[in-house]
Nanobody, 127 residues
Framework: QVQLVESGGGLVQAGGSLRLSCVAS????????MGWFRQAPGKEREFAAAITDRGVTTSADSVKGRFTISRDNAKNTVYLQMNNLSPEDTAVYFC?????????????????????WGQGTQVTVSS
């Protein structure tokens, strides 16, 4: 069992930055693939960025060049640095963990491949 707790969300003006954190507990974090997804009101949950157990990253086109995912295995934490935010980035952001096949970045782009989810953190970007 893996528990995931996100933090770092909040209200920010367009053009601003936020850094989300997700702390994992319960299993060997370093062997898990980790992802960030987001869900805006009335929309489906969508992929934002992910990182394999070996540190290979992949991100959605909508956030490429603005969002950066990273991990600190010593702290059991994955981060999402979000820069140049726009109102379209407003959503609840979820952290997710995948055990097994965690070295394949392509698999980490699909929400159905994840085993564990956090409760989410709200990000609101004002114009």
């Amino acid at each position: 069992q893996v528990q995931l707790v996100e933090s770092g969300g909040g209200l920010v003006q367009a053009g601003g930055s936020l850094r989300l954190s997700c702390v994992a507990s319960g299993r060997d974090f370093s062997s898990a693939g980790m992802g960030w997804f987001r869900q805006a009101p009335g929309k489906e949950r969508e992929f934002a960025a992910a990182i394999t157990d070996r540190g290979v990253t992949t991100s959605a086109d909508s956030v490429k060049g603005r969002f950066t995912i990273s991990r600190d295995n010593a702290k059991n934490t994955v981060y999402l640095q979000m820069n140049n935010l726009s109102p379209e980035d407003t959503a609840v952001y979820f952290c997710a963990a995948k055990t097994g096949y965690s070295s394949i970045a392509y698999y980490l782009r699909s929400r159905s491949n994840y085993d564990y989810w956090g409760q989410g953190t709200q990000v609101t970007v004002s114009s």
